[in-house]
Structures are given as C-alpha cells and as structure tokens.
Nanobody, 115 residues
C-alpha cells in the first residue's frame, strides 16, 4: 500500500520559516518525481515546487527564491524549506509522487501565515 505522509505544517508569523516533510512508503521512491502542491479554500490546487528523480528542480514564480525543495532517497523523504513566508502562502500543502504510470497524493498539511 502506497502512503505519502506530510508533516511540519503549522502557524507561523509573516517572514518566518517552516520545513515540510513528506515520507513515502510502498513505492520505489528514487524513481519517482516528487512535488509539493498547495490548495487554498475556494481555489484550485497549484504546483509549488517539483524535483525530478534526477534531482532537477522547478518552482512556481510566486515562491522562487523563498522555497527550496530537496529529497533524500535514503530516507524516502522529500522536503520543502519555506522562508520569508507571506500570508498568501497560507494553504493546505500536499505531497505528490508521480512517474509514467502512477500518481499518488498525501493527505496534506496546513500552513497558516498570520500575525
């Protein structure tokens, strides 16, 4: 059974930082492209950052220079380091694992940026 479990969300003040983690099980993690997406109430889910199985990264323009995605294949974990957080970053953040055949999602973790 495939599981993606996100953690690390919470309440943070504007300008603060958080690191999200997503642990995967039930898949050969190293061959999957991994991504972080977010979805605010009433809005569509949007891509935040992605990292390929080869380690190539891609970011949404809204988070470039503030967020960093990384992966540790030995730990089957993908991370999202978020800095200089803004109220507009408030959202549920979801982890995704995808390859040519399958796509899996985690249950999400809430990030709230507020003073």
């Amino acid at each position: 059974q495939v599981q993606l479990v996100e953690s690390g969300g919470g309440l943070v003040q504007p300008g603060g930082s958080l690191r999200l983690s997503c642990g995967a099980s039930g898949i050969i993690f190293s061959i999957y492209d991994m991504g972080w997406y977010r979805q605010a109430p009433g809005k569509q889910r949007e891509s935040v950052a992605r990292i390929s199985s080869a380690g190539i990264t891609n970011y949404a323009d809204t988070v470039k220079g503030r967020f960093t995605i990384s992966r540790d294949n030995a730990k089957n974990t993908v991370y999202l380091q978020m800095t200089s957080l803004k109220p507009g970053d408030t959202s549920a953040y979801f982890c995704n694992a995808i390859n040519y055949k399958n796509s899996y999602w985690g249950q999400g973790t809430q990030v709230t940026v507020s003073s």
